[in-house]
């Protein structure tokens, strides 16, 4: 399959280490990246216009809120192959993944369930007061940063 960046390239400061996934209906892809810093980071570009100009600030505001999300790193315009795209780069999310734990067997009080669903919705709210659309709510992209299944 063909992505939109290679690996060992440069762009915006950022060399791309690893492709990590396409979302929705092929409308954005992720990176592994290592930022001007030498630090690890993650880059999200999207493929398809879908978002307003509004966009780059919106996911500041976003990423500066009171929910525990990503610290965001950079935003902005990338031109590659003479096509404009917009992303963000954010830090990695430390935590384990929702989906890892049910997996494994592990099960959760149902206060714990509340507690983690009431967050989820939370993280939602905010993102939909804000004009987005998740699109991709599964276990896999819920990352605890409290493990404590029984």
Known sequence: MNYTL???QNIEGYRVMEYCKTYGLNNAESYKVVGPDGRPALMKIILDGCYSAEFTEEVCELM??????PVLKDAGIMTVNS????????EITKGVRLSEILEHGFTYSWEDAVRI????LDALEMLHLAGVVHNDVTPHNVILDDFKAT
């Open 6 to 8: 290679t690996i060992g």
């Open 83 to 90: 096509l404009e795209y917009r992303y963000v780069v954010r």
């Open 64 to 69: 500066k809120s009171r929910y525990s999300m």
């Open 117 to 120: 669903v009431s967050q989820v």
